[in-house]
């Protein structure tokens, strides 16, 4: 049971270049929400999914867009990457709504 | 505005010494307040979910306890092993699904 998969670990992009963080789960979750992690900050949402063909935006949005195709996979996409957007991202799923939500490992990402 | 706020940001222990960390949120409509634990360099770890005032849970050296504006992480003779970042985290009406997380506190236990 591999839990929640997120790849690439580690990437460094250039300012204005786009690329897809992906999330996948194998424990059939529902919910699966994308997150942003930057010292001092805490943990801060992007977006979320409470199903397949389902999301909505969290607190920072701006920038990134999702899509939730299949109950497995929810991937993040950057559009056109800023320096801003430097920092940790975890992709997490719960199976029902105030459940535990289960995080991947995260994906450190620097734009330069 | 659903807030989230974690004391202290960072604690110092030896071995064996108890202690307490403090959760303190402002939601709408609490539906469940989650503990983490998170190490560097990996995501957080799912600990507990409390879901109403009163309510305790307990794993190991460490117990959670919720009031109506509060929530205690309380750590019983902590090892090293317990050194980690405990982050706090609601669910709230208003946000849906998703969870608001509070900055942390991070535990030093030495030996």
């Known amino acids: 049971n591999a839990g929640v998969t997120q790849t690439p670990k580690f990437q460094v992009l250039k300012t204005g270049q786009s690329m897809t963080l992906q999330c996948a789960q194998d424990?059939?979750?529902?919910?699966m929400s994308w997150y942003r992690q930057d010292p001092g900050m805490g943990l801060r949402l992007i977006h979320y999914?409470?199903?397949?063909?389902?999301?909505d935006q969290g607190e920072v949005p701006n920038g990134y867009n999702v899509s939730r195709s299949t109950t497995e996979d929810f991937p993040l996409r950057l559009l056109s990457a800023a320096p801003s957007q430097t920092s940790v991202y975890f992709c997490?799923?719960?199976?029902?709504?105030?459940?535990?939500?289960?995080f991947g490992s995260g994906t450190r990402l620097t734009v330069v | 505005e659903d807030q989230v706020t974690q004391s202290p940001e960072a604690l110092r222990l030896q071995e064996g010494e108890s202690s307490s960390l403090n959760c303190s949120y402002t939601?709408?409509?609490?539906?469940?307040l989650f503990w983490y634990r998170q190490d560097p360099g990996k995501g957080p770890e799912f600990l507990f979910t409390?879901?109403?005032a009163g309510e305790e849970k307990e794993k190991e050296r460490l117990k959670a306890t919720l009031t109506k504006k509060e929530s205690f992480l309380h750590i019983t003779a902590p090892k090293p092993e317990d050194s980690a970042t405990y982050l706090c985290?609601?669910?709230?009406?208003?946000?849906?699904?998703?969870?608001?997380f509070g900055k942390g506190t991070t535990l030093s236990v030495s030996s």
């Open positions: 999914s409470v199903g397949a063909g389902i999301t």
């Open positions: 985290a609601v669910q709230a009406g208003q946000a849906g699904t998703a969870l608001i």
């Open positions: 409390l879901y109403s």
């Open positions: 997490a799923s719960s199976r029902e709504v105030n459940y535990g939500y289960t």
């Open positions: 424990m059939n979750h529902e919910y």
């Open positions: 939601v709408s409509g609490l539906r469940g």
